[in-house]
């Protein structure tokens, strides 16, 4: 009796693990069997090498690159704010602040990460781009600078939670034989404590630009909705998730081309996503246990 | 907070008896269908037509609370793909249905009349801060918009030589709009023919907000958004040959801002039309009509063509019955 209860509860946690494998399995198979025809009709080289992308309009051009660098642009800005202010913040929770600083100011900065997306849209085209236009000559309403400055804000929390955990797991030893050496507590913080954990922040800026890329909202409201290939942060620029999202709210025919490019959007998207998830995962697994 | 209590009440004692004001001249007519009606309506299509529809939609509610109506914005291509499956009631458009989507309808038996109810002007808007630009003609319009000039004309002085050497930007209905299709006809010449590297969305806000903080932008959507953000945006006077024209209600009306002017419709299908809730819904539509479209920035029809548009639903819904 007690076997065969054993078993069921065994089976269950079993299947509740195969159901998130086989989401993904699906996920890969739509996107795949969708894109299909997409590549049938437009050869890859197109796709990739091709600088226009205008599927919607009469003359039709599907290249990918002003997608991608739309992408990228917004992704490197959020990074450039992100980065410093997110590890500054780390060290200081974690070496500098006393006990009860850091209760409370930990969660108040993850409140950052728990406004809506859809928010930090409207606070970066109501409120940062009219400010920045102050100064910025030439600065589009709709523009990748504003958003992904905002972005970066948003990002802030998953890189300095992470990192600070990370900076947190140093063994204390190596911070009293810093100190034993005469070292000052900033030398400590940034050139001892900092390297140590320096595979723990390798991860969290790896999750930050995972999230980063896939981000939807702030993109489709603030960066604009025109693929622009351009570098120039002044400009209005259209990412992947902006362009599924302005599609999918319009109205295409099912198994269109315009259909159908919303999933060779998509699996590129995927395949960077995934690509990212996969060297945060090996760097993990190759430093991990360095202290231990 | 007990405060905040008082003024919720007295903001929702003023509004019932404001609706009461507004509405008291229609009583009368509609006084013979007085009973509680019960349903859902659901509307979909052009964001050009929305505010006409939810303003009606509105003062209906007041009358009619039990009637749910629910009013979206995809398009009025979106909206006649939805209509053709017969998902919704009735359909705002921004311009006549096309061939295809008709025989849409006939294959799936969705019966349908259509029913002018305003007349739109397309409004050329630039931000406030350019002080240059004080008519354009259709053949630069053309110029800028023409598929032919995607990524090749960017700048106002490629236009016409006597406007600045900067890059333009460029800010239009989407291609699910019925706004898109003409004024790409009124334009290019050709429905559907445009350039694709401008900003499109089918919201019409979006535009607006893109253009307003723009020195170098130049947008078109329909004359009422234009008048609910006048403060912000720049009218652009139209020359077809004849001299520059502003759309206003006499030149939209009387027809000399040709060719961005233009009826508006609502489509009802022939089931919806059968229901008691939105013949009363359609009936009380074109009895405010003349009422309401000049206040959400339309412009009326005279009001002999309510009264035919009126009775043309009337004789299809009799008709059917």
């Known amino acids: ?292 | 907070m007990k405060s905040n209590f008082q003024l919720i009440w007295a903001a929702g004692a003023m509004m019932v008896i404001l609706s009461a004001c507004g509405s008291k001249d229609n009583s009368a007519e509609t006084a013979n269908d007085a009973t509680k009606l019960k349903g859902e309506i659901k509307i979909d299509g052009s964001s050009t037509v929305y505010p006409i529809t939810e303003a009606v939609a509105e003062e209906f509610r007041n009358e009619q609370p039990d009637v749910k109506i629910t009013v979206g914005l995809s398009g009025t291509g979106g909206g006649f793909k939805k209509f053709g499956r017969g998902e919704i009631d009735i359909n705002d458009a921004s311009r006549p249905i096309k061939p295809q989507e008709d025989s849409i309808c006939k294959q799936n038996n969705v019966g349908f009349v259509e029913l002018k109810v305003a007349f739109d002007g397309l409004a050329i808007v630039v931000s406030k801060e350019n002080t240059w630009l004080n008519e354009i003609t259709i053949e630069e319009l053309k110029k800028i918009w023409e598929p032919a000039a995607q990524r090749k004309v960017t700048k106002w002085n490629q236009v016409n030589p006597k406007w600045p050497n900067e890059e333009f930007r460029l800010y239009g209905a989407g291609v699910a709009s019925g706004t898109y299709d003409y004024f790409t006809e009124a334009v290019v010449g050709k429905s559907g023919a445009s350039r694709g590297d401008y900003t499109a969305s089918e919201d019409d806000n979006v535009l607006v907000q893109g253009v307003s903080g723009d020195k170098n932008g130049l947008a078109f959507f329909g004359l009422a958004y234009y008048e609910e953000n006048k403060e912000r945006l720049k009218l652009v006077p139209v020359n077809n040959g004849s001299g520059a024209v502003l759309p206003t209600a006499e030149t939209v009306k009387n027809g000399t801002y040709a060719p961005l002017s233009r009826p508006v419709f609502i489509y009802v299908t022939e089931a919806a039309a059968r229901r008691k809730d939105v013949n009363a819904f359609v009936n009380f539509y074109l009895q405010t009509a003349a009422e309401l479209v000049p206040d959400v920035g339309y412009i009326a029809l005279p009001q002999e063509e309510y009264r035919a548009q009126l009775a043309k639903f009337q004789d299809f819904a009799g008709a059917k019955q």
């Open chain 1, 1 to 292: 009796m007690k076997k065969t209860s054993e078993k069921i509860i065994e089976v269950l946690l079993a299947s509740s693990g195969f159901i998130t494998i086989l989401t993904t399995i699906g996920i890969i198979w739509v996107l795949i069997s969708e894109s299909w025809g997409f590549f049938a009709e437009v050869p890859l080289g197109k796709f990739l090498f091709d600088t226009q992308w205008t599927p919607l309009f009469s003359d039709k051009h599907y290249g990918i690159l002003p997608l991608l660098t739309g992408t990228f642009l917004t992704t490197a800005i959020a990074l450039l704010t992100a980065l410093p202010l997110g590890i500054v913040i780390a060290v200081y929770l974690s070496e500098y602040a006393d006990k009860k600083v850091r209760k409370a100011l930990k969660p108040a900065l993850e409140i950052l990460a728990a406004v809506p997306t859809v928010v930090y849209g409207f606070f970066a085209l109501t409120v940062v781009t009219p400010f920045l236009q102050t100064f910025i000559p030439g600065l589009s309403t709709f523009n990748a600078l504003s958003a992904g400055i905002v972005m970066g804000i948003m990002i802030i929390p998953v890189i300095s939670s992470l990192s600070e955990d990370a900076l947190f797991a140093v063994p204390k030893s190596l911070r009293e034989a810093s100190y034993g050496m005469g070292a000052t507590k900033f030398q400590t913080a940034f050139s001892v404590v900092v390297p140590a954990a320096s595979s723990g922040i390798l991860v969290s800026i790896i999750l930050g630009i995972a999230r980063a890329v896939g981000e939807t909202m702030v993109v489709a409201i603030a960066a604009g909705q025109q693929p622009n290939l351009t570098l120039d942060p002044r400009e209005g620029v259209e990412t992947i998730t902006a362009y599924i999202v302005q599609v999918s709210l319009g109205d295409v025919q099912h198994d269109s081309m315009e259909y159908k490019t919303i999933f060779a959007a998509g699996i590129t998207l995927f395949l960077f996503t995934f690509l990212l998830n996969n060297v945060s995962y090996w760097i993990k697994k190759k430093y991990q246990e360095r202290y231990e």
